[in-house]
């Protein structure tokens, strides 16, 4: 499967942004989707995860309460929506495919993004 991730961009904090990432493939829907984030000089985190089928989901305690992971398998999208945005929320933006479950390590996801970057200005 092929991802493209887009909707980054420069925003302040408290704005919205929703990160979208479109998968190429009839196989959207077999794979667990996560978006990822790295920071300059940080490891890559796993932000937010949704089950195959959209029934499950995870967050990490940095964002819980402030942004939403969808999907949409009839268009092969899966979303991120971020609110109430912060200056560390700033990073680039990964998503990524897994046939694993809702797990944390980047090297369970076969299938990654290019990445869009999310700056947030204080």
């Known amino acids: 499967v092929q991802l493209q991730a887009s909707g980054g961009g420069l925003v302040q904090a408290g704005d919205s942004l929703r990160l979208s990432c479109a998968a190429s493939?009839?196989?959207?829907?077999?794979?667990?989707m996560g978006w990822f984030r790295q920071a300059p000089g940080k490891e890559r985190e796993l932000v937010a995860a949704i089950s195959r089928g959209g029934g499950n989901t995870y967050y990490a305690d940095s964002v819980k309460g402030r942004f939403s992971i969808s999907r949409d398998n009839a268009k092969n999208t899966v979303y991120l929506q971020m609110r109430s945005l912060k200056p560390e929320d700033t990073a680039v933006y990964y998503c990524?495919?897994?046939?694993?479950?809702?797990?944390?390590?980047?090297?369970?996801?076969?299938?990654w993004g290019q990445g869009t970057l999310v700056t947030v200005s204080s």
């Open positions: 493939g009839r196989t959207f829907s077999t794979y667990n």
């Open positions: 990524a495919a897994s046939s694993y479950g809702l797990v944390g390590n980047p090297a369970l996801y076969p299938y």
